[in-house]
């Protein structure tokens, strides 16, 4: 009975997209290849481990780990230990990452900290990777991380297009783009019933840790998409206790007059605040971690209108000197006023 209560409330579940790999080839100093060595991953910031053994080839593959750093340790009896120490994984990466064990004692390790840039050669996909430190050091209206898809060849901003914080890649249109947010689709599929925006969930900025936007050749996985592909990877717990506090704050005091601001009269009011909080860290070390944040935004907003009313002549049923009324021309006979339309808004909280 049991049994057939868990098959009927089984749900599907979407495959993580935003996950990388790491592959690679395990040799000796002659070229051979190296059955049987043992290949262990280990994520830096978690503890997190996946153990490996290499095939005839003396291939190994590890796929769906987590962006980030990761130690790589290769052993084998007869050779030496090779480790390599910060290599670094980001969303949807296929790393190449190949050891060379020569034949001696088991207790000599060898072991390689760091390393220049890596060439992407496992995938043909075209795309730029935006980490933490470029979306919290570039500046953003609104805290709005879409923005930065633009910092990637062939990516343009959206100039008319439905949906808000959108972008054109490679002259796909802008409704054709796909959104993921830690592998689950993020695409709003009722635009303009709603704000209006291109994505589902607006995640709160603190709370990203990278986001990879693909333009070109990217795999089948992506195949619903025609345009771009915005792939979002969310910050986690991990062994060490981390948060923040932020607060943002625009004021017209110290903004230009707008344009339109008629001559006589104050500036308008213009205030806009968005504050939150991250906190993340472990629950059992190495295991069971949590993280969270929150954002909430408040505006107050007054733009300027100009209107045109009679004058009291008018008013009063005299129209002798009504003048030219042509489009674009307005006689003396015309006061004109300048007033404020004022508005308040408050943006749902972000979690």
Avoid at 193 to 201: V, Y
Avoid at 237 to 244: A, F, K, Q, R
Avoid at 267 to 292: C, D, E, H, S, W
Wanted: glycine share 10%; aromatic share 10%.
């Amino acid at each position: 009975m049991f049994r057939w209560f868990v098959f009927s409330v089984a749900v599907p579940l979407l495959a993580q997209l935003d996950t990388g790999a790491i592959t690679g080839l395990i040799r000796d100093q002659s070229g051979a290849s190296i059955e049987s060595a043992e290949i262990v991953l280990r994520n830096e910031a978690t503890g997190f481990q996946v153990a490996l053994s290499t095939n005839r080839a003396g291939f190994y593959a590890a796929a769906a780990l987590r962006p980030g750093l990761y130690t790589l340790r290769a052993a084998k009896p007869g050779f030496a230990t090779s480790t390599r120490e910060h290599v670094e994984l980001r969303v949807q990466d296929r790393l190449e990452i190949n050891f060379e064990l020569p034949v001696g004692a088991t207790a000599t390790e060898l072991t390689i900290a760091s390393y220049g840039p890596r060439l992407e050669s496992e995938s043909s996909s075209l795309g730029n990777v935006v980490g933490a430190r470029a979306i919290l050091d570039l500046p953003l209206n609104g805290r709005n991380f879409s923005q930065l898809a633009t910092l990637g060849a062939g990516v343009l901003p959206a100039r008319k297009s439905a949906e808000r914080d959108s972008f054109v890649a490679n002259g796909a249109r802008p409704v054709q783009n796909s959104y993921l947010l830690d592998g689950v689709e993020n695409k709003n599929r009722i635009v303009g019933f709603d704000n209006g925006t291109a994505q589902s969930i607006q995640p709160v900025l603190d709370s990203i840790q990278e986001f990879k936007v693909q333009t070109s050749t990217y795999s089948a996985e992506f195949g619903q998409s025609a345009g771009g592909v915005v792939n979002v990877s969310l910050r986690g717990g991990t062994n060490e206790l981390h948060g923040s506090l932020f607060v943002f704050h625009r004021n017209s005091a110290v903004a230009a007059t707008p344009y339109f601001q008629p001559v006589v009269g104050q500036k308008p009011q213009y205030l806009q605040n968005q504050f939150g909080a991250t906190l993340g860290g472990p629950i059992v070390k190495n295991r069971t971690f949590y993280f969270g944040s929150w954002q909430s935004s408040r505006e107050l907003s007054a733009a300027p209108q100009i209107a045109t009313v009679p004058t009291l002549a008018w008013r009063g049923g005299d129209f002798r000197n009504q003048g030219d009324l042509r489009p674009g021309f307005y006689p003396s006979e015309y006061s004109r006023i300048g007033f404020f339309a004022r508005s308040v808004s408050r943006q749902p909280d972000s979690n």
